[in-house]
């Protein structure tokens, strides 16, 4: 299959990356194979990227350099031609999509993209088989364009807080929506702004006097014809934010606006004509959360993505900037340097890390969803609970990890030039969106004492909380041959530990006679802590269980146990206390944890170039002048810096219309 991977000649290489590329132990193709799940997905996943590659809708100055107006303007043109190429090329699995958008997207975010993750999926799974055929179609093919509406301004993660209203009216058959105060106005949905024309709207059913809680219904928000908003809705974009400033996030505000009652999504419940709430199935309270964890699920593969390209920038650049000496004579290049090395190559491994966790979450998100289409929802708060926590953890740690990436790489790192300014504003609003994470610890903590009372009165539990059922192993046997199994363990202790502490200190508090949400707000941090080991031990034992694939080739598998190895020691290590508690782990057994850091370390330097080229960033994608695969990088950066509108010319009219005429006036002064 043809493939546009624009990779410089040998000659054009700079030397130091390409010495590096020599001395791997391993051949980096290979792990992409592992990465992609095959060599045909690589292959394949090359084949989709080269043809939006080679398309010229897509090739433009960098965003950075753009006004907004003029950069949102960019990505629809970019979207709408997305859409027709996508269907004309017939791309249809969600794998070539999505290799064909990471191209499209080039550092940018998207103005349709809710239609697809959110819009979409809800109306898949909310709809009864009438509402689908009335609506799914046209969304589907993109004659409308859909969001979806739940955050406000006054409220986000906590839904029963929300305040938009949707009343039930008999006599028309209809449902009012109303947005009664300020701050129920919605505020932050993608694509709200400008871009769509529909929306599922969450709010408060009120019926017959009584309120129902929040549900879903749909809404046209612009006309068809000529896109102004429908009577009664207020649109607007919110304006420019962190980042996301192609994405026309908005604010909507709802005055008496009417849609009929078949409006209201009624898979799982609905209002009979005269105004009866009834439920459709005893799963309505836990599948509308579907939508939530879908995109909770993703969220934790952007994330690995994300930290694989910070990455990939800063071990290269690091390959590539030579500065001071570590023996007399000789520019050492950073990567040489033991502190370089302790902060990239643990991130190096986090990335493959949450890389398998991420590919996990997303085949447990499917299997599950099928089993809930058949009726079967005992599996939804285990996933839900999961995600949640997942989303906070993996989220956490890459906000620190990008900096520390960005600042590895001294003053360039600063620069848009690198890459790291919009890899930072894109993915750390992760902490916040789709829920904060504390609040997100605090789901996952009260899924865990559920869990916890159960094991107590006997029943044993499965999935990933199985472990809570165990007996505590207290004696970690850690050594110098860092075995996998002793280093799950450890991880394992930990969350048992955590998690027993957290119920009981929870329990106490209630027999001291707090109330049961008093006491839950007491405990809180340890709570959060208790949600925190729980995530870190699925972590590593996701990825152990990885490693006992029998399809591994055995250079990968060897490569690969040596990043789960520095995943786990470095960890423990980072959190030394916790594994000292109740005297699991001996003074001899830290002094093997520490000096296993440093020797992986020294083991995995001759591998560090080979092992972010395989995540197989196309430089396009990468979009960094410091990450490039031919490591040129003191070229591209003058090269970039012309770019800039301030080089369109030599004098700025600013000179003659500021600083030339107080030159003139101080000089008589």
């Known amino acids: 299959m043809a493939d546009v991977r624009g990779l410089a000649p040998e000659s054009e290489i700079n030397k130091n990356l390409l010495l590096e590329r020599k001395k791997a132990t391993f051949n980096s193709i290979q792990l992409t194979h592992f990465l992609d799940g095959s060599k045909e997905n690589t292959e394949r ?197 962190f980042g996301y400033n192609t994405n026309d996030n908005g604010f909507m505000s709802l005055n008496e606006v009417r849609i009929p009652r078949m409006n209201m999504l009624m898979k799982h419940a609905k209002v009979t004509k005269d105004g009866f709430y009834v439920k459709n199935d005893s799963g309505h309270s836990k599948s509308t959360y579907g939508t939530m964890v879908f995109i909770r699920s993703l969220l934790v593969s952007d994330i690995a993505n994300a930290l694989s390209e910070a990455c990939t920038i800063a071990v290269r650049y690091s390959a590539v900037r030579q500065q001071s000496e570590i023996t007399p004579g000789t520019e050492a290049q950073i990567l040489d340097y033991k502190t370089q090395q302790y902060k990239l190559l643990p991130l190096v491994a986090t990335s493959y890390t949450f890389f398998v966790v991420g590919r996990l979450m997303r085949e447990m998100y499917f299997t599950i969803q099928e089993r809930i289409e058949n009726g079967e929802i005992d599996l939804v708060p285990e996933l839900h609970a999961l995600s949640a926590g997942l989303k906070a953890f993996t989220s956490d740690v890459i906000t620190i990890g990008l900096e520390t990436c960005r600042t590895s790489c001294g003053g360039h790192g600063y620069s848009w030039s690198s890459g790291f300014p919009k890899i930072y504003t894109d993915i750390c609003p992760a902490v916040t969106y789709e829920g904060e994470n504390t609040v997100m610890y605090l789901q996952t903590a009260r899924y865990l004492v559920k869990c916890r009372g159960l094991a107590l009165n006997g029943q044993k539990l499965t999935g990933s909380v199985a472990y809570i059922s165990d007996n505590i192993n207290q004696s970690c046997s850690i050594s110098s041959t860092l075995n996998i199994h002793s280093l799950v363990d450890a991880f394992k202790h930990n969350a048992q530990r955590e998690v027993i502490q957290m119920y009981d200190r929870l329990e106490h508090s209630k027999l001291e006679g707090n109330q049961s949400e008093i006491a839950w707000n007491m405990c809180s941090v340890q709570l959060v802590q208790g949600a925190k080991a729980h995530c870190q031990y699925f972590i590593v034992k996701t990825f152990a269980d990885c490693l006992q694939q029998g399809d591994l080739e055995p250079s990968v598998k060897t490569i690969l146990t040596k990043l789960f190895q520095l995943y786990g020691v470095y960890n423990i290590k980072e959190r030394l206390g916790d594994f000292l508690q109740d005297g699991f782990m001996n003074s001899g057994q830290v002094e093997t944890v520490v000096d296993g850091v440093l020797k992986l370390l020294d083991v995995l330097r001759p591998d560090a170039v080979a092992l972010v080229d395989a995540f197989d960033f196309h430089d396009r994608v990468l979009d960094s002048v410091l990450g490039r695969y031919d490591g040129q990088v003191y070229k591209h950066l003058m090269t970039w810096a012309q770019n800039s509108s301030l080089n369109k010319t030599q004098v700025h009219p600013s000179f003659f219309k500021y600083i030339k005429p107080m030159f003139n006036k101080m000089s008589k002064l």
């Open 45 to 241: 996943r090359r084949h989709v990227e080269s043809l939006a590659l080679t398309d010229e809708v897509y090739k433009h100055k960098p965003v950075c350099f753009m006004s907004r107006d003029e950069a949102y303007d960019i990505s629809v043109k970019k979207r709408t031609h997305a859409i027709q190429k996508l269907k004309q090329l017939d791309l249809t699995s969600p794998e070539d999509k999505y290799y064909y958008e990471r191209i499209v997207a080039h550092r940018e975010n998207s103005p349709f993209g809710l239609h697809f993750v959110m819009f979409l999926p809800t109306l898949m799974n909310q709809t009864t088989p009438e509402q689908q055929a009335k609506w799914l179609p046209k969304a589907m093919n993109c004659e409308i364009l859909g969001t979806y509406a739940q955050t406000e301004m006054g409220h986000g993660t906590f839904l029963r807080g929300l305040e938009t209203t949707a009343t039930y009216d008999s006599n028309t058959e209809e449902f009012v929506l109303n947005s009664p105060t300020l701050t129920a106005t919605k505020w932050w949905p993608g694509n709200l702004g400008k871009s769509s024309n529909h929306a599922i709207v969450l709010a408060q059913l009120y019926t017959r006097g009584e309120c129902y809680g929040i549900h879903a219904f749909m809404l046209q928000t612009r006309r068809s014809d000529n896109h102004q908003p429908v009577p009664g809705v207020t649109l607007g974009d919110i304006g420019p934010k």
